[in-house]
Nanobody, 117 residues
Framework: QVQLVESGGGLVQPGGSLRLSCAAS????????MGWYRQVPGKERELVAV???????NYADSVKGRFTISRDNAKNTLLLQMNNLKPEDTAVYYC???????????WGQGTEVTVSS
């Protein structure tokens, strides 16, 4: 059974850094991309960063230059390095694996990031 488990969230002051990790267990085949999304109460989940299986990356405009998505294939782990964090980055961050075939998406349970002084 596939499971995605995020970690690394927490409380950080503005300007600080956090690194989120997403550990995947189980066999996930036919992967199209892996990504990080975030959601705040009352708003839709939004894309933060995505890395395609070929290695290409894409970022939300609001995080470009501050966040870096990467993957550790040996450890089956997806990473998100977040620098120069701002209060508006406060959200629950979710890991996503997207496939070419059904089931199209796997999601983690989320990890909470709070940026506050």
């Amino acid at each position: 059974q596939v499971q995605l488990v995020e970690s690394g969230g927490g409380l950080v002051q503005p300007g600080g850094s956090l690194r989120l990790s997403c550990a995947a267990s189980g066999s996930i085949t036919n992967i199209r991309s892996m990504g990080w999304y975030r959601q705040v109460p009352g708003k839709e989940r939004e894309l933060v960063a995505v890395i395609a299986i070929g290695g290409g990356t894409n970022y939300a405009d609001s995080v470009k230059g501050r966040f870096t998505i990467s993957r550790d294939n040996a450890k089956n782990t997806l990473l998100l390095q977040m620098n120069n964090l701002k209060p508006e980055d406060t959200a629950v961050y979710y890991c996503n694996y997207r496939r070419y075939s059904f089931p199209y998406d796997y999601w983690g349970q989320g990890t909470e990031v709070t940026v506050s002084s």
